[in-house]
């Protein structure tokens, strides 16, 4: 039987002389990417492995199998699965959202039409991918549930989820026709299905977290998409709470030339201000979440917080606008975030060993989008009839938001590490 030792590189313990029962490569492989490690100098280092555990002859290794995608390998390097489940959630998702602004600027009265096909079709492919994936694990693993690929038994529960919600869904636009506005977003089988679709998409992220950290960007894009993608999902599901109504074409009504209206213009700018102040909150909120997440969890390479931020407000954008310049004003916006966020985890490390870089994080990069958009607001749509009050506070609040999202993840990845 071909013998290992250690050198005290890879595994951290000394150097141990090989004898008859020393332990195979495939035992130490696993071990090692498990994060055990040999004897420890520190006497209660409890990340120690006891070496009669980990040298035992009676242990077995685990049966060899395909890299796609049941075994966690030692590099960063996504598998086929990452990819072509991202690529599923990009088909589904265009196909969801296509849809969604059909039904909110034309008359939608057909389930069989090419949106609703482009998002079906989408969750086959997906559900086939995993299929194909489970049935080339399944001799070697013994079960159905340990030929599951490592973070990926959601993505088997997310994709029956779709198709069984796309059943009700049809079923209920046959008893009670189809949605036109905002009652879209609460339809009974939309939230199912949705559902449904933010655990499959979601897939490729477990899985490339419980890999090492992937050494090119190219490398981080299938969790960096899907990730966008799931919140995506969530803004679908409020995406009345999506644009500020800042520019300059949305101001409401002058009270000055209705005098007669005075009461119901100034109630109506009330509601309007309270409205979109809330909306810049949710969207601070959401973005800070995402690349917050991202940047506790994993090292990031540059430009992957600009990917994040256009991910996470791509989609959304182009279902809700009304013309290309309002899809260029979010994306120019985004791209300025995520440009200020990826120079901060680059030169600041950003994360839970230093603090204080990752709260600049969260502050910095919503702050920075409604910096952008305000900004960029001014050649496209010239301006915003937000006075400098405003502006100005709404940029503050959302930096705010992203920084107190920041001392929250903060205080609940110190919390697990503690324990």
Known sequence: METVKFDGIETGAGEHPATQQSAPIAIVGNASRKGFRGPSKHKHDNRAMKSIDLLSPTGQARPSLPFLDLEVGDSGTPTWLDWLVTCAGLWIITGLFVDAHQHLFLSVESFFNPWHVTMYTGAIFAAAVLGVTIARNYRSAGSFWKAIPQGYAGSVFGVVGLLVGGGLDFIWHAVFGFEHQLDLLLSPPHLFLLTGLFFLVTGPVRSALVRPAARTLVEQLPMLISLGLAFEIIQFCTQYGFYPEALLRDRPL??????????????????????????????????????????????????????????????????????????????????????????????????????????????????????????????????????????????????????????LLLAGSQTTTTA
């Open 254 to 407: 002058a009270q000055s030339g209705l005098p007669s209206e005075q009461f119901v213009l100034s109630v109506f700018l009330f509601y309007k201000q309270s409205l979109e102040i809330s909306i810049v909150i949710w969207q601070s909120l959401l973005l800070s979440a995402a690349v917050l997440y991202l940047c506790l969890r994993t090292q990031l390479r540059f430009g992957a917080l600009i990917v994040v931020s256009l991910a996470v407000k791509l989609w959304i954008c182009g279902e809700i606008a009304n013309d290309l310049k309002e899809v260029l004003l979010v994306v120019l916006a985004a791209v300025a975030a995520g440009a200020i966020g990826d120079f901060i985890v680059a030169k600041l490390a950003a994360g839970a060993r230093r603090p204080n870089a990752f709260r600049l994080l969260g502050f910095a990069v919503p702050s920075a989008y409604f910096a952008g958009y305000f900004a960029f607001a001014v050649p496209l749509f010239g301006g915003t009839w937000w006075d400098a009050s405003f502006i100005f506070g709404s940029i503050v609040e959302a930096g705010l938001v992203g920084l107190c999202m920041s001392q």
